[in-house]
């Protein structure tokens, strides 16, 4: 990015000189340009003094980055820290929000047992990304396509158990999820006739409960109606 003073001077040396000395810079770094002669004048009458213009090159001021340049570079120091060679792609969506998907060899260690490492990875990023952001960019990370595989997965296993409920007339307990996976199941099975859905228990162990309309189980100082 080119900037430029302008300096009087009793001559136009005297005025490129007093540039060279206010900027710090030598004629090899700069640009002149004389806008106004030196004039003596008769008997200092009518003297004016030079002007002249000095152009000068400055870098030019970094970029701020984005929600996606900030994303990338946390997960790009992240994953390297883990000692795993990622390819990352990122796609922005329609809402603002991000949608990475990670590739390459190591992938098992991205994922960990059955996610808990990239929901980890995860929750860093949308921390690291959003802290003193005035505006929040919500990012969603998958590898190999693990969550979708894992959601598809998760809807047989509400279905199936659905089954079971309507068939036995009893409550049926899945094992521990996290809340993503929680509302997996009861999304599934919110239009899914002849059974509701509930969570119960306390992190990490809250899971949901299928039961038939009429057999929903009871517990005591709990909303069994909560899809989380």
Do not use: W
């Amino acid at each position: 990015m080119q900037q430029s003073i302008e300096v009087t001077g009793k001559t136009e040396e005297e005025a490129i000189n007093a540039a060279l000395r206010e900027l710090n810079l030598t004629r090899d770094e700069v640009s002149i340009e004389i806008i106004e002669r030196a004039k003596s004048g008769f008997l200092r009458i009518g003297a004016s003094p030079a002007v002249v213009r000095v152009s000068y090159e400055v870098p030019d001021p970094p970029k701020e980055k984005t929600a996606a340049d900030r994303t990338e570079e946390f997960l790009d120091g992240l994953l390297t820290r883990m000692g795993i060679k990622a390819e990352i792609k990122l796609t922005e969506k329609d809402d603002g929000s991000l949608y990475i998907e990670l590739s390459g060899d190591g992938m098992g260690a991205v994922i960990g047992r059955r996610g808990e490492t990239l929901d980890a990875i995860q929750h860093l990023t949308n921390y690291a990304v959003n802290r003193g952001m005035e505006e929040r960019t919500h990012i969603s990370i998958d590898a190999e396509n693990y969550r979708s595989k894992r959601e598809e997965s998760l809807v047989k296993l509400a279905e199936k158990m659905a089954e079971k409920a309507l068939k036995y007339h009893r409550s049926m307990a899945l094992e521990p999820m996290n809340s993503y996976e929680r509302h997996v199941i009861h999304t599934a099975l919110q239009n899914y006739e002849g059974v509701t859905t509930c969570s119960t228990g306390v992190e990490p162990n809250r899971r949901v409960v299928i039961s038939c309309e009429k057999t929903r189980p009871q517990q005591d100082g709990a909303n069994l109606t909560e899809q989380r």
